[in-house]
């Protein structure tokens, strides 16, 4: 894990940093490097993120709209985020013909929740702690 990526992880939970720390080591034992692109978000970061293919160009990323519905990119009562995404280092990041599989195998084997499963958005790149209660708003 670089400096960059303990600096994204700055307030998200301990449990999912050290299991995001472990996962990077198994990936790149299977020579897939990967990077954290985003830790914790404030409601206005949120908000960007979710106008994203709606009143701004691009494709939709989240149904979280930060307000009205909290991501757990954000704060919860307990100060910390309970979600990171994640993408494979190179030219491509988020190809699909990354090993995709094998991070959200190593995802849920830490126990997390992995973003592919959710119903309606393949959110490959997001992992999350189960437990995603108690948010800040």
Known sequence: MTDRD??????????LVTAISAIFDE????????????????A????????QGRSTPGQIVTYKDGITHP?????HADGFGHA?????IGPQPFDPRHPWEKYGEA???????W??????LDD???AELPDTKGFIV
């Not at 303990?6 to 449990?15: E, S």
């Open 6 to 15: 303990r600096q994204r992880l700055v307030g998200v939970h301990p449990d």
């Open 27 to 42: 990936m790149d034992a299977e020579q897939a490097p990967m990077f954290v692109v985003a830790g914790l978000r404030t």
């Open 71 to 75: 991501s757990n990119h954000q704060a």
């Open 84 to 88: 990171v995404d994640c993408a494979f």
């Open 44 to 51: 206005a970061q949120q908000a960007v993120l979710y106008a």
């Open 115 to 120: 973003g592919a499963r959710f119903i309606g």
């Open 107 to 113: 995802v849920e084997a830490h126990g997390l929740l």
């Open 124 to 126: 490959r790149p997001h």
